[in-house]
Antibody, heavy 120, light 110 residues
Framework: EVQLVESGGGLVQPGGSLRLSCATSGFTFSSYSLNWVRQAPGEGLEWIAYISSSGGTIYYADSVKGRFTISRDSAKNSLFLQMDSLRVEDTALYYC?????????????WGQGTLVTVSS | QSALAQPASVSGSPGQSITISCTGTSNDVGRYNFVSWYQQFPGKAPKVMIYGVSKRPSGISNRFSGSKSGNTASLTISGLRAEDEADYYCSSFTPSSTWVFGGGTRLTVL
C-alpha cells in the first residue's frame, strides 16, 4: 500500500523557518516525482513545488520561490520542504503528493497533510 | 499563473447528472491533455478521480467522466449519490512546468 506521511508542521512566527518531511512507503521511491501542495484554511489547493525522481529537476510556484527549498533523500525514502522567511499567508495544510507514472502529470497519491501556522 | 475558473457551487438531486466546468487559457487547459480532477471530503486529502482529461484511475466509478473543449474542461457525475457530496478541484499542467488548480466547486446533493 502506498503511503505518504507528512510531519514537521507547527506554529512559527513571521520570518521564521520550518522543515517539513514526508515519509513514504509502498512504492519505489526513486522512480517517482514528488510535489508539495498546500491548502490555506477554508481555501482551495495551491501547488508550490516539484522535484523529479532523480532530484535533478526542481520547480517552484512564484509565491514561494526564493524562500522554500524542496529536496529528497532516497536513503530515507523521504521528501522535504525547507521553509524560510515565513509569512502569515503561508499558513496552510501542506500535502506531499506523488506524480503518476503514466505520464499524465496527475497527483495519484497524497498524504494527510501537516499544518503550518505562521502567526505572532 | 491565475487559478483555473470553476463555479463555486453546483447541486443536483440523487440520480441526476451534474457537470462542473473548469476554464483556463490556451496556455494550460487548452494546450495540454494534462487535466485532472480531484475529490476532497472535509478534513481529508484530495483523491484523483480523472486524469489525462478523461481517464479514470482503477477503482473510480464510471459515473465519473471527464472531457475537454478548447480552454474548458468538464467533470460530469451521472447517477448522483449522496456520497458524491464533496469539493471538486481541477488541475492542469502549464508551460512553465508548474501546475495550476481551480478554485474548487462544492457539490451539494439535494
Amino acid at each position: 500500500e502506498v503511503q505518504l506521511v507528512e510531519s514537521g508542521g507547527g506554529l512559527v512566527q513571521p520570518g521564521g523557518s520550518l522543515r517539513l518531511s514526508c515519509a513514504t512507503s509502498g512504492f519505489t521511491f526513486s522512480s517517482y516525482s514528488l510535489n508539495w501542495v498546500r491548502q490555506a484554511p477554508g481555501e482551495g489547493l495551491e501547488w508550490i513545488a516539484y522535484i523529479s525522481s532523480s532530484g535533478g529537476t526542481i520547480y517552484y510556484a512564484d509565491s514561494v520561490k526564493g524562500r522554500f527549498t524542496i529536496s529528497r533523500d532516497s536513503a530515507k525514502n523521504s521528501l522535504f520542504l525547507q521553509m524560510d522567511s515565513l509569512r502569515v499567508e503561508d499558513t496552510a495544510l501542506y500535502y506531499c503528493a506523488r506524480v503518476d507514472k503514466l505520464g499524465m502529470l496527475a497527483f495519484d497519491n497524497w498524504g494527510q497533510g501537516t499544518l503550518v501556522t505562521v502567526s505572532s | 499563473q491565475s487559478a483555473l475558473a470553476q463555479p463555486a457551487s453546483v447541486s443536483g438531486s440523487p440520480g441526476q447528472s451534474i457537470t462542473i466546468s473548469c476554464t483556463g487559457t490556451s496556455n494550460d487547459v487548452g494546450r495540454y491533455n494534462f487535466v485532472s480532477w480531484y475529490q476532497q471530503f472535509p478534513g481529508k486529502a484530495p483523491k484523483v478521480m480523472i486524469y489525462g482529461v478523461s481517464k479514470r484511475p482503477s477503482g473510480i466509478s464510471n459515473r465519473f467522466s471527464g472531457s475537454k473543449s478548447g480552454n474548458t474542461a468538464s467533470l460530469t457525475i451521472s447517477g448522483l449519490r449522496a456520497e458524491d457530496e464533496a469539493d471538486y478541484y481541477c488541475s492542469s499542467f502549464t508551460p512553465s512546468s508548474t501546475w495550476v488548480f481551480g478554485g474548487g466547486t462544492r457539490l451539494t446533493v439535494l
